[in-house]
């Protein structure tokens, strides 16, 4: 990332990547020959979180500061930098949002597997809102956290909330809405989020257990658990509520699975893919699905009306990607 920061400014002619090292999570230190001819024995350049805090967002300000001996350090140059991915994420949802026509994209996944962290970043490149689901029930509840509705009214209750905020959710448009883990389980919601577009974030069970382990269960109150190894009791909970929900997953019309990014990227282990990576594959699903779609239509109709199903009820038949039609209609 250091040496395209440095290229993206113009500075790689006198700084080369070899001449970089990190100091610290947001900063580097550059040794180079510059260093020697100006007297300068010191530059440093501040990478500050310019956009959202996700992780992988990695736009940044980037501002360098030249220390010279016994003098102040001054700004040499400064700029907005984008990594490649960013760009490419950008790229890929600009072609796709004229294809979504307004409508809203339903993340659903598990517990903890990224809806909120990439539904922040889809929205944002989209030029969509984002809503958080959860966030709509507590607010309706008078603030009251989800953890705390649960305690206090039960999952019913907490169930018939989250039914009525994707109720009202459905006649809206330009939103992308992370879902409860658990709102792919009731038929009626799907009646709702297929007035959108639905996306499956498709995460390994121990992987989810590692990042949840890592935040902290007490927000999400079925993961409560007593005594014992936090990572086995998260895992344990989860693997149930895999069983119970796995099949329910698969009315999402196409599926952004992990697993498959990681061996696409080379990476041996999902926990190296980071949200940016993984929010690309969104529109690159929608596209691929759509362009299935098209063909689909082509071989069966031979018109060149595509008009894709909308569909108000679950539909387990068709699976998930690639061969789940979008509720689109393309006129080519
Ligand atoms: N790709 C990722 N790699 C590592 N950690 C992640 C990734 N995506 C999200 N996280 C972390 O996992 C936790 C749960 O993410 P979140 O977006 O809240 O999931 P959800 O909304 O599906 O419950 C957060 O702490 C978040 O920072
Ligand atoms: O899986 C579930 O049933 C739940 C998931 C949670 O949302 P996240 O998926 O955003 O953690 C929240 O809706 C509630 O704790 C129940």
């Not at 990332?1 to 100091?23: N, R």
């Not at 990439?118 to 969509?128: F, H």
């Not at 779609?293 to 009306?305: A, E, P, V």
């Amino acid at each position: 990332m250091e040496a395209k920061v440095l290229q993206s400014l113009h500075l790689s002619t006198w700084i080369g990547p070899d001449s970089t090292f990190p100091t610290n999570s947001n900063s580097m230190r550059l040794c180079t020959r510059f260093e020697k001819k100006r007297r300068v024995n010191m530059l440093k350049c501040s990478f500050e979180q310019t956009i959202k805090p996700a992780i992988g967002h990695r736009a940044a300000g980037l501002k360098i500061s030249c220390t010279s001996q016994n003098s102040l350090a001054s700004v040499l140059e400064s700029g907005i930098y984008t990594t490649e991915e960013d760009l490419v994420l950008k790229k890929k949802s600009e072609e796709i949002e004229p294809c979504l026509s307004g409508r809203c994209i339903y993340l659903v996944g598990m517990m903890g597997s990224g809806k909120t962290t990439i539904g922040q970043i889809l929205s944002e490149v989209l030029g969509y809102s984002f809503f958080d689901s959860d966030k709509l029930i507590e607010q309706s509840a008078g603030g009251t956290a989800v953890a705390d509705i649960f305690k206090l009214h039960g999952e019913p209750f907490f169930r018939n909330n989250e039914t009525e905020v994707l109720h009202k959710l459905s006649s809206m448009h330009r939103l992308v809405i992370s879902t409860g883990g658990g709102a792919v389980v009731r038929p009626i919601n799907w009646k709702y989020m297929n007035k959108g577009i639905s996306v499956f974030i498709d995460v390994p069970l121990d992987a989810l257990a590692q990042r949840l382990t890592a935040v902290g269960t007490e927000s999400r109150p079925l993961l409560h658990h007593g005594a014992g190894d936090p990572y086995t009791q998260t895992l344990k909970r989860l693997s149930k509520l895999w069983e119970e929900r796995s099949e329910a997953y698969t009315n999402a019309h196409v599926r952004v699975s992990l697993e498959r990014i990681a061996a696409k990227l080379g990476h041996g282990d999902v926990c190296c893919v980071n949200p940016t990576q993984i929010a690309i594959e969104v529109p690159l699903s929608l596209s691929l699905s759509l362009s299935l779609s098209l063909s689909l239509s082509h071989t069966h109709t031979h018109t060149h009306t595509h008009t894709l199903v909308v569909k108000d009820e679950p539909d387990t038949r068709l699976g998930t990607h690639p061969n789940r039609r979008l509720p689109e209609e393309i006129n080519p």
